[in-house]
């Protein structure tokens, strides 16, 4: 590759600094706000009483299997 074409580059490397940046930035903001803090904790976050941990509340329904006449 001759030394005029990685001019080319130069929007891809200037995309994956700012990638990185933003990916740094992300991290240090959740550390920072305690969301890497006690996993079990924060999954719990979501279960309401309206759907309690443990009780499935969702399901697919059954599928009809229907025989060959």
């Given at each position: 590759?001759?030394a005029e074409s990685y001019t080319?580059?130069?929007?891809?490397?200037f995309l994956g600094v700012v990638?990185?940046?933003?990916?740094?930035?992300?991290?240090?903001?959740?550390?920072?706000?305690g969301q890497l803090r006690d996993?079990?904790?924060?999954?719990?976050?979501?279960?309401?009483?309206?759907?309690?941990?443990?009780?499935?509340?969702?399901?697919?329904?059954?599928?009809?299997?229907?025989?060959?006449?």
């Open positions: 590759m001759d080319d580059l130069i929007p891809l490397i990638f990185f940046t933003v990916a740094i930035s992300a991290l240090y903001w959740s550390a920072k706000k996993f079990d904790k924060q999954s719990k976050t979501i279960f309401t009483e309206e759907e309690p941990e443990g009780e499935l509340s969702d399901s697919f329904p059954k599928k009809e299997i229907r025989k060959k006449k």
